[in-house]
């Protein structure tokens, strides 16, 4: 009677995980395959000459830079608001929590509108930042107001559950001994919740250079100047340039497989981390 | 250093965490905070601390005469040793015990050759020197729970607070841990109060013990005064077991002791050891009980009895009063009681 069970059981796996193949086929390889492909189609010579183009340069360096410049950003209100909502009680913090998820409700488009409604040129502070000669809606500025904004939720998101998890006993341990409020977290809540904070930072990286929507709205697409990579991509695809448009589009697929890397990598860590004690 | 402890309250919404509670502890003595789950003590202990802060009011704390309302906890020279050890897991064990050195604003900043010195000492006194390199992840409860110690005694504290310090240790590391920390208070005199709900434990580790129940301070005195003069039935059923008789006793008062306390009430109070148990006589047939349960295991034997209307008293005797009695179960005896309490309830 258990050989049929099991048999059947076999069969239900395997259908499962055919499924998944399929999908994954579909969906995940295909597209790998075709980026490729299609980047080195007309040889690796094409394929490097792609990223030495003067606006492809431009592009990865905006890209970069915008980066260098978010993360930070992120890393400040990340470690702020989780330490807020993780470690006090004050009134309103549920509201705060919410408010932290607000970018990842809102589509990245409506979110590079809204930038180009307060900033822009007929926005509330358009005509002052205009006297002021300081351009940020089709600038440099917009494009990381913009990204932050998007990737607002990924630091703090990580590190909430992980510090609200910890407790307060080593704060308070902490804090008894002399510490003062810096040294408690410099010494005390970072390093603790460092696995969480690294993941935040990967996530946040990863979104960061990849954000299409919302950089798209306030860059305004000024090759060589206001272009990021996914939006060079689209621009070279635009004008038939196919096998540049994918040997862009390659780099930021690589970009992508580092970052599942360490994020993996990352887990395991948390994983033997909370195994030890 | 002495602490002084005024009319505290503290309320957690309607819930009274402590209602106006006054407590003296002397210089230099161990003293432990005993009470049920929910009694008030760890709030008391974290309001001594400076980690909760009490409800305002006339309430008043000094260390040696000295009102620290206004004294930052980090400035309050408070050893405190947390249940589940709050050790930095991302530090090694000399990390931890040199943590409060290391944290000192510059100019008080001991050099790293003395951080060394005092940290190396304190391993030895808690006899973890060898484990200095170790992550807490890579000690057990025990040696954690020392690492601990020794981390709060680095800041040379004034006083020393324990909060269920043995709480989350196996039986047998509790016993152990709890002599050894007798032994360490009378080498360093530390002021010290420690928390735990563990009545054996109270009484074993400290000078003075306050018992505590519902944000109230029942009774306190030295192990012996609650033990053998409690205050309160409270106090007389948390500290040790009881027999309590509601209506009258199943039996005679003993010559030479006598019924204690002043209650009205005709509750009666026995410890198991000041049952005395007899032969049944004819003539008190009335009272006579039956041996329910015989536990001989042990350096006492502890009898269950049971009278007419299921009564049930139980009785210790030495292995030597046992055997001389004989007993069997289902035997008909009688009893007879040596310190009897008696309380309003």
């Keep these: 009677?258990?050989?049929?069970?099991?048999?059947?059981?076999?069969?239900?796996?395997?259908?499962?995980?055919g499924v998944v193949v399929l999908f994954l086929l579909l969906f995940l390889v295909g597209p790998l395959v075709a980026v490729f492909g299609e980047a080195l189609r007309k040889g690796l010579g094409a394929y490097f000459a792609s990223f030495t183009d003067p606006a492809a340069r431009s592009a990865i360096w905006l890209t970069l830079a915008t980066t260098a410049v978010v993360i930070p950003l992120n890393l400040?209100?990340?470690?702020?608001?989780?330490?807020?909502?993780?470690?006090?009680?004050?009134?309103?913090?549920?509201?705060?929590?919410?408010?932290i998820d607000l970018p990842f409700a809102i589509s990245p488009v409506i979110a590079g509108l809204v930038f180009v409604l307060v900033f822009g040129r007929n926005g509330w502070l358009g005509s002052w930042l205009e006297q002021h000669d300081w351009k940020v809606i089709f600038a440099w500025p917009g494009i990381v107001l913009a990204t932050t904004f998007v990737t607002l939720p990924f630091i703090a998101r990580e590190l909430i559950p992980y510090m609200q998890e910890q407790g307060r006993d080593e704060e308070e341990a902490a804090r008894l001994m002399g510490a003062s409020g810096w040294q408690i977290l410099f010494r005390v809540t970072l390093p603790r919740a460092k696995l969480a904070l690294l993941y935040g930072i990967v996530l946040c990286n990863a979104r960061a250079m990849g954000e299409f929507g919302a950089v798209s709205v306030v860059s305004g697409h000024v090759r060589g100047e206001t272009n990021t990579l996914p939006l060079h991509v689209e621009v070279l695809y635009n004008e038939y340039n196919f096998s540049a448009a994918f040997a862009v589009?390659?780099?930021?697929?690589?970009?992508?497989?580092?970052?599942?890397?360490?994020k993996t990598w990352l887990e395991r860590q948390g994983a033997h981390a909370r195994v030890a004690p | 250093?002495?602490?002084?402890?005024?009319?505290?309250?503290?309320?957690?919404?309607?819930?009274?965490?402590?209602?106006?509670?006054?407590?003296?502890?002397?210089?230099?003595?161990?003293?432990?905070?005993?009470?049920?789950?929910?009694?008030?003590?760890?709030?008391?202990?974290?309001?001594?601390?400076?980690?909760?802060?009490?409800?305002?009011?006339?309430?008043?704390?000094?260390?040696?005469?000295?009102?620290?309302?206004?004294?930052?906890?980090?400035?309050?020279?408070?050893?405190?040793?947390?249940?589940h050890y709050a050790l930095f897991p991302h530090l090694s064990v000399f990390e931890n015990v040199a943590f409060g050195l290391r944290v000192k604003p510059r100019k008080q900043r001991p050099t790293p050759q003395v951080i060394s010195d005092r940290v190396y000492a304190l391993l030895e006194l808690v006899q973890l020197a060898s484990f200095a390199d170790r992550y807490p992840?890579?000690?057990?409860?025990?040696?954690?729970?020392?690492?601990?110690?020794?981390?709060?005694?680095?800041?040379?504290?004034?006083?020393?607070?324990?909060d269920e310090p043995f709480g989350a240790l196996?039986?047998?590391?509790?016993?152990?841990?709890?002599?050894?920390?007798?032994?360490?208070?009378?080498?360093?005199?530390?002021?010290?109060?420690?928390?735990?709900?563990?009545?054996?434990?109270?009484?074993?580790v400290s000078?003075?013990?306050?018992?505590?129940?519902?944000?109230?301070?029942?009774?306190?005195?030295?192990?012996?005064?609650?033990?053998?003069?409690?205050?309160?039935?409270?106090?007389?059923?948390?500290?040790?077991?009881?027999?309590?008789?509601?209506?009258?006793?199943?039996?005679?008062?003993?010559?030479?002791?006598?019924?204690?306390?002043?209650?009205?009430?005709?509750?009666?109070?026995?410890?198991?050891?000041?049952?005395?148990?007899?032969?049944?006589?004819?003539?008190?047939?009335?009272?006579?009980?039956r041996v329910a349960r015989i536990h001989a295991a042990g350096p006492l034997v502890r009898i269950e009895l049971l009278g007419r209307d299921e009564q049930l008293v139980t009785a210790e005797l030495t292995q030597e009063r046992f055997r001389q009695l004989q007993l069997e179960p289902e035997q008909q005896v009688q009893v007879e009681f040596r310190t009897v309490h008696r309380f309003d309830s």
């Excluded at chain 1, 470690?79 to 549920?94: D, I």
């Excluded at chain 2, 601990?148 to 004034?158: G, M, T």
């Excluded at chain 2, 007389?236 to 009881?242: K, N, P, R, W």
């Design chain 1, 1 to 17: 009677m258990r050989a049929p069970s099991e048999f059947r059981f076999n069969w239900v796996r395997a259908t499962l995980l």
């Design chain 2, 170 to 204: 196996d039986a047998k590391v509790r016993l152990e841990l709890r002599r050894w920390l007798r032994r360490l208070h009378d080498e360093l005199h530390v002021t010290s109060v420690f928390v735990t709900h563990d009545q054996d434990e109270a009484m074993e």
């Design chain 2, 207 to 289: 000078d003075r013990v306050v018992i505590m129940n519902q944000g109230r301070i029942e009774q306190i005195g030295s192990p012996q005064e609650v033990y053998h003069r409690p205050a309160s039935a409270f106090v007389m059923g948390f500290v040790g077991q009881v027999n309590v008789f509601r209506g009258g006793l199943p039996g005679p008062v003993q010559q030479g002791h006598g019924v204690h306390g002043d209650g009205f009430g005709a509750i009666y109070f026995v410890r198991p050891s000041d049952v005395d148990i007899r032969p049944l006589s004819g003539a008190e047939a009335a009272q006579a009980l």
């Design chain 1, 249 to 262: 589009a390659s780099l930021l697929t690589l970009l992508a497989f580092v970052t599942l890397v360490l």
């Design chain 2, 1 to 83: 250093m002495s602490i002084h402890i005024e009319h505290i309250s503290k309320r957690y919404g309607a819930f009274r965490a402590l209602d106006d509670v006054s407590l003296q502890i002397p210089h230099g003595e161990l003293t432990a905070l005993l009470g049920p789950s929910g009694s008030g003590k760890t709030t008391l202990l974290r309001i001594i601390a400076g980690l909760e802060q009490p409800d305002p009011g006339n309430g008043l704390i000094r260390f040696q005469g000295q009102d620290i309302a206004g004294i930052p906890v980090s400035d309050r020279r408070v050893g405190f040793v947390f249940q």
């Design chain 2, 137 to 162: 992840a890579q000690l057990s409860g025990g040696q954690r729970q020392r690492v601990a110690l020794a981390r709060a005694l680095a800041i040379e504290p004034e006083v020393l607070l324990l």
């Design chain 1, 76 to 99: 400040v209100f990340g470690v702020a608001a989780a330490w807020c909502v993780a470690k006090f009680r004050f009134p309103g913090k549920s509201l705060l929590i919410s408010l």
